[in-house]
């Protein structure tokens, strides 16, 4: 068991699956020479050469396509965008092709690639290089959505990620890669499966569901929870939100009755809409108040630092939504 930060744990499982399979390789903008404007590729370029990390125009939808191209004919690319908001100008490849083609073929061609994208507040990088669109990937048939929130589970998920054999988003918080955690050595790992959630606190008196960095300030606003209210959260992370382990969440709403959904994307037609949807339909009789949520506020993310951090939730945000819940109604 090693301690490392988030982007190591990232980088290590590049580097292992490189490794282990020719027909992996990664592609991106500065991802070779420069390492990633985050460094998850560094020392990767050394390592393996030019044919196998591969530097790209700044094209993002040329990029994403020929990511495409390479996975039908058998390859295994690793797409890495510079931010997730730069999605936007690939969503043609990544939603008319990545996700609909293997669909479309009935299934003679795999797609097997993975679109890695850095996203999130908390860095003054403004409205065009900070926001959270994991709704608008979940929304999408045919692709994958991973959202881990430790450094265990970003190796775990990576490598999983790029053995499976379908589209993967994978969305990486920008303020989790420089967080440490302890990450199993290779063969001591446990396979990490798409659709199964980890609790991350247990609790009996509500269930916090958290999602990327939101689940790392959920159990702080457990603790708080804890320490100043007698209330003992049971923090839930999906790692993933498709497939998403709904049985894993119904199960704690039942034991606790109720339910708060954290998440730093917009409110309208988000992750917590999605989820508090299905937690009323499917544990409607169990709940004692009406599912908490939690996200971002509905604007764009500002620059200005004291505005950038009243713009995406806090503890104390948490902690306010839990109380709600045992209010009398």
């Known amino acids: 068991m090693a301690t490392m930060r988030y982007r190591e744990a990232l980088n290590a499982a590049l580097r292992e ?59 295994r690319p690793v797409v890495e965008l510079m931010t997730v908001n730069f999605s936007l100008l690939a969503l ?7 996700a609909s083609i293997r669909y479309m073929f ?44 430790t450094a265990a589970d970003a190796k775990a998920l990576l490598k999983a990620s790029i053995r499976d054999d379908n589209p993967v988003i994978f ?7 420089g967080q440490r955690g302890e990450v199993p050595d290779d063969g001591d790992a446990e396979p990490v499966r798409f659709g199964q959630a980890a609790v991350r606190r247990e609790g009996d008196d509500v269930t916090i569901v958290g999602i990327s960095r939101m689940n790392v ?21 999906p790692r993933t939100l498709r497939p998403l382990d709904l049985d894993t969440i119904i199960e704690s709403v039942r034991k606790t009755n109720r ?7 917009w ?25 908490g949520r939690v996200a971002a506020a509905d604007v764009p993310m500002p620059y200005s630092k004291p505005l950038e951090q009243a713009a995406f ?17």
Do not use: C
């Not at 969305?171 to 890669?177: I, P, S, V």
């Not at 309208?268 to 169990?286: P, S």
């Open 217 to 237: 300030t959920s159990l702080r606003a457990a603790d708080k929870l804890s320490e100043e209210h007698d209330i003992e959260a049971e923090v839930i992370d």
């Open 259 to 265: 339910a708060i959904i954290v998440e730093e994307g």
């Open 92 to 98: 043609d490849q990544i939603i008319n092709s990545a």
């Open 106 to 149: 009935g299934a003679q061609v795999k797609v097997p690639m993975v679109i890695r994208m850095p996203g999130g507040s908390g860095h003054q990088l403004g409205p065009t290089h900070s926001h959270n669109f994991e709704a608008m990937f979940l929304h999408v048939p045919g692709l994958l959505v991973a959202v881990p929130s």
């Open 267 to 291: 409110p309208h037609g988000g992750v917590g809409a999605n989820l508090a949807a299905l937690i009323q339909e499917q544990a409607f009789d169990y709940l004692d108040a009406p599912v």
């Open 313 to 329: 939730p806090h503890e104390e945000h948490v902690v306010q939504a839990a109380l709600a819940t045992f209010r009398d109604l």
């Open 17 to 75: 699956e490189l490794e282990a399979d020719e027909d992996v390789f990664l592609l991106g903008e500065d991802i070779g020479v420069f390492q990633g404007a985050f460094k998850v590729t560094a020392g990767l370029l050394e390592e393996f050469g030019e044919k196998r990390v591969r530097d790209t125009p700044i094209s993002e939808n040329t990029i994403v396509g020929a990511g495409v191209g390479a996975a039908m004919l058998g390859l």
């Open 171 to 177: 969305l990486e918080h920008e303020w989790l890669y």
